[in-house]
């Protein structure tokens, strides 16, 4: 049975020019086609993390409007081919996204930041950057080389402060984003409904 772990999700982050360098198609292409198994299973059909997950190439990090569309149109093709156990939907209280990433995402690693109460970012790291300074981080420059990110654009009456981030022993995650207007004093535990974990399907 899946443990579940509360993460901070962190709303201060001065880094500069963090995200300026954009992953264009043609780049990800070079980048993607030579690269190791790691970076075939973080940024693959049905990551989290992939630029092509919504069916057509969208730089992750961009923000991108999630709760504006239904999953099961984005998702349908990928999840008939069991490559994906994403999921984000709205109750009547809160904005929840549930996501498995076992593939190649360390726990460790995984960082959730809310950026001026508009965006949401989820990051990470899959390469030490060796050489990186104290002036540098490595989401400044060709972030892809060393991490992954996804940034999503948080709902006008999202209660972006309550936001409640949790990952599973297992590496599910499953993120909840109250609703201004409700207020819910007991909201429903982690994990509760997320999608069964499929090991084949990347």
Same mark, same amino acid.
């Given at each position: 049975m899946a443990s579940w772990k509360q993460l901070e999700v962190h709303t201060e982050d001065q880094t500069p020019h963090k995200w300026s360098v954009p992953l264009s198609e043609d780049m990800f292409k070079r980048f993607f086609a030579p690269g190791s198994p790691i970076v075939h299973k973080i940024f693959g059909d049905g990551s989290l993390f992939s630029p092509l997950l919504f069916g057509k190439y969208f730089d992750p990090s961009d923000a991108f409007p999630l709760w504006? =569309?239904?999953?099961?149109? =984005? !998702?349908?093709? !990928?999840?008939?081919?069991?490559?994906t156990s994403i999921d984000w939907f709205q109750t009547d209280d809160a904005y929840v996204l549930k996501a498995d990433l076992s593939a190649g995402v360390e726990n460790n690693t995984l960082q959730f930041f809310v950026e001026n109460g508009k965006i949401m970012e989820i990051s990470g790291q899959w390469k030490p950057k060796g050489d990186q300074s104290k002036t540098k981080d490595w989401r400044s420059g060709n972030w892809w080389e060393h991490g992954y990110v996804r940034r999503l654009e948080l709902p006008g009456d999202a209660d972006w402060k309550d936001t409640e981030a949790y990952v599973s022993n297992d590496m599910f995650v499953e993120?909840?984003?109250?609703?201004?207007? !409700?207020?819910?004093?007991?909201?429903p535990a982690p994990g509760k409904g997320i999608l069964p974990k499929n090991s084949d399907r990347l």
């Amino acid at each position: 049975m899946a443990s579940w772990k509360q993460l901070e999700v962190h709303t201060e982050d001065q880094t500069p020019h963090k995200w300026s360098v954009p992953l264009s198609e043609d780049m990800f292409k070079r980048f993607f086609a030579p690269g190791s198994p790691i970076v075939h299973k973080i940024f693959g059909d049905g990551s989290l993390f992939s630029p092509l997950l919504f069916g057509k190439y969208f730089d992750p990090s961009d923000a991108f409007p999630l709760w504006e =569309f239904e999953s099961d149109v =984005f !998702l349908s093709n !990928l999840r008939s081919s069991g490559k994906t156990s994403i999921d984000w939907f709205q109750t009547d209280d809160a904005y929840v996204l549930k996501a498995d990433l076992s593939a190649g995402v360390e726990n460790n690693t995984l960082q959730f930041f809310v950026e001026n109460g508009k965006i949401m970012e989820i990051s990470g790291q899959w390469k030490p950057k060796g050489d990186q300074s104290k002036t540098k981080d490595w989401r400044s420059g060709n972030w892809w080389e060393h991490g992954y990110v996804r940034r999503l654009e948080l709902p006008g009456d999202a209660d972006w402060k309550d936001t409640e981030a949790y990952v599973s022993n297992d590496m599910f995650v499953e993120v909840r984003i109250p609703k201004s207007s !409700l207020d819910s004093d007991n909201p429903p535990a982690p994990g509760k409904g997320i999608l069964p974990k499929n090991s084949d399907r990347l």
